[in-house]
């Protein structure tokens, strides 16, 4: 977590790091900071909170205005903290005990506790609790003992253990921006005489057109005209240019009020997108260019293991359900983080699918890279082409194309998921030659999706009307079965995130077996009801907690009298076939998350706590 921004060039400096940030500050909003040169010095300025704090902090300070036609450099920081609490003090950047160097840092570095002990032996004195500092200070003490401040970078990164992309300014060079990298995002910005680096590429699609994406354990110079590469025993390496997509300015909210709000909105035009792509008009089977298997692999695969984390994890547990019903593969689903310790069970016929919408989540990054140490095969699913997932998974790689999603709880990146993963298990279905009939039945449905999608979506008014009178009880469980017990669990991860209140999902007929001690009238139950294998088991077991007066509210199909007749508030939607229903029943769970967080006077884009790209195992 945590976004970087540096920029050098002719420009107004300050403006320009406050859009870097304000793009990047889905990584973490705990405090925010930037360093420039001014004269012979190195200024630093920072502030616990979000972008718009620093920039009430900057407004009123004259010398933090521009220098139009002089070289303008600096670095920028916007932080979700790990090692020390949100603060001015532990803000980003940091300085060395000299006020020479100043750093900007993304990552953890496992082994700072040492070396604080080495360096607090040597004499040096530390102001914060980061492990940032250890850095900086590290940089510093090595500059003294070499050649040039390459040297004295490769030095120090060579003491650190973890993960890390740094962007350095040393006094005296107020024309460099020196950047180096391990196991997290930093991409350079290549413009017109002005150079940028960033920690992603759509930030830096709003200034350039050009990036070269730096490698683990490469070193990088940039000035405003020319950016020098090295590696970490000091020669130089030449990369090349790529030309990047533009990203329509990622800051609009479109007339919306919330970027949540936008995003649900948009998730009928990305199952459409989607569609488009891989499903070929009636007859044809799904396609899939971006995989390069051997389709003897794909009839022979023993086993299917997923890897993800929290919402990416429940559109991987759906799809064990679509999976298992539509091929013949066992699939197993594990939490990364899990799995990083566990004994993986896996051979060179298995397929191991990693799903993160960032691509960079350190505990999905780690656990794939486990896996396929074993000789299994990896397909990776990602929203950003630009992700260390999509390098990983380069051979075997769907993109879930959803756009820039900006809240950090996600919606349209889940809809996306589900879509390409219902459409990979037709695909895996037809290479395999299984269940024809129910394939063209499953893809029909699938092409009459995104109108039904549309419609739910335009009942959200309704939706709020329903859900408002509940936005003062302080607990929820919501309860499902077969494929839509994932999407209890979604709905209960959205409910927490975005309102803090405690909400829990359960498989429906586990309720009797615990947590049905918990209810009473103060715990409402929301039960998904589609018609199908299920619907009569959830009615049985939704009645068993209307019994404990808990307040009852349902997701059911139009015209569904039975739910009308038992629960208290029905969230009706679209007629839809059990199967294909997690799409729609979605639906109205994230208007449920979002209305009641919104009555509530949350922040509903940028939760507490939480950041959307979660860079640290
Ligand atoms: O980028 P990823 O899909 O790997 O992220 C995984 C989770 O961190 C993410 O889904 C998180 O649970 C969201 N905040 C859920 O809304």
């Not at 040039?148 to 030095?155: C, D, F, G, P």
């Not at 354990?217 to 005209?225: G, L, P, R």
């Not at 709020?464 to 009178?469: A, D, G, R």
């Not at 079965?481 to 927490?496: D, F, H, Q, S, T």
Request: glycine letters at 6%; one cysteine or more.
């Amino acid at each position: 977590m945590c976004g970087i921004i540096g920029y050098v060039g002719d420009k107004e400096i300050v403006p320009l790091l406050l859009k870097g940030l304000q793009c990047l500050e889905y990584r973490g909003y705990d405090s925010a900071g930037i360093a420039i040169h001014r004269g012979h010095n190195l200024n630093v300025i920072k502030t616990i909170g979000k972008i718009s704090n620093l920039e009430e902090v900057i407004k009123n300070k004259t010398e933090y205005n521009g220098k139009n036609g002089h070289i303008n450099c600096g670095i920028g920081h916007t932080r979700w903290a790990t090692h020390g609490e949100p603060s001015d003090v532990n803000a980003h950047p940091h300085f060395d005990t000299e006020e020479k160097i100043a750093v900007v840092h993304n990552g953890i570095i496992r082994n700072y506790q040492e070396i604080k002990e080495k360096l607090t032996h040597h004499g040096l004195t530390f102001v914060t609790q980061t492990d940032t500092e250890v850095i900086v200070q590290l940089i510093s003490r090595n500059l003294k003992k070499t050649k040039s401040a390459v040297e004295a970078i490769s030095k120090s990164v060579n003491e650190l253990e973890g993960s890390y992309a740094i962007a350095i300014l040393f006094k005296g060079e107020s024309d460099k921006i020196y950047a180096v990298r391990k196991e997290a995002p930093l991409v350079i910005g290549i413009g017109n005489g002005e150079n940028f680096v960033a920690s992603d590429i759509p930030t830096l699609s709003q200034f350039v057109d050009k990036v070269i994406r730096l490698n683990d354990n490469e070193i990088t110079i940039v000035t405003k005209n020319n950016v020098e590469f090295y590696n970490l025993s000091g020669e130089k390496i030449k990369k090349e240019p790529q030309i990047i997509t533009k990203t329509k300015d990622i800051l609009d909210k479109k007339g919306f009020k919330h970027y949540l709000a936008k995003e649900i909105n948009e998730q009928a035009e990305v199952i459409s997108n989607l569609l488009k792509d891989f499903l070929p008009g009636a007859g044809k089977p799904v396609q899939f260019d971006c995989l390069k298997f051997d389709p003897s692999f794909l009839k022979n695969i023993d086993r299917v293991l997923i890897l993800a984390c929290g919402t990416a994890y429940h559109a991987g547990l759906t799809a064990k359900y679509i999976l298992e019903t539509l091929t013949s593969i066992p699939v197993e689903v594990q939490f990364s983080s899990e799995f990083i310790t566990a004994s993986p069970l896996l051979t060179k016929k298995s397929l191991v699918i990693g799903i993160s919408q960032s691509g960079e989540t350190a505990d999905t990054l780690a656990a794939i890279k486990k896996a396929v140490s074993t000789g299994a095969t990896l397909l990776g699913i990602t929203n950003r082409a630009d992700s260390a997932l999509a390098d990983l998974a380069k051979e075997h790689l769907i993109l879930s194309k959803a756009g820039v999603e900006i809240s950090v709880a996600a919606t349209k990146t889940f809809t996306a998921q589900l879509t390409v993963l219902y459409l990979l298990a037709v695909y895996i279905s037809e290479v395999q030659g299984l269940r024809r009939a129910e394939i063209q039945s499953i893809k029909q449905e699938l092409r009459e999706l995104p109108q039904l999608v549309d419609q739910a979506l335009l009942r959200a008014e309704y939706y709020q009307e329903q859900i408002i009178k509940y936005a003062n009880k302080r607990d929820f469980v919501f309860i499902g079965r077969g494929v839509n017990y994932p999407i209890a669990l979604e709905a209960a991860l959205k409910l927490k995130e975005l309102s803090y209140i405690h909400a829990s999902g359960y498989a429906s007929g586990e309720m009797k077996h615990g947590p049905i001690a918990v209810l009473d009238p103060n715990v409402p139950v929301v039960s998904i009801c589609v018609p199908g294998e299920t619907y009569d088991r959830v009615i049985q077991n939704s009645l068993e907690a209307k019994s404990r007066k808990a307040p009852m509210i349902a997701v059911a199909v139009d015209g569904d009298k039975k739910a009308d007749s038992i629960f208290d508030t029905v969230l009706h939607i679209p007629q839809i076939s059990e199967i294909i229903s997690p799409f729609l029943v979605v639906i109205p769970l994230q208007f449920l998350a979002y209305y009641i967080a919104e009555a509530l006077g949350q922040d509903i884009d940028q939760p507490r706590n939480l950041a959307k790209s979660v860079t640290v195992e």
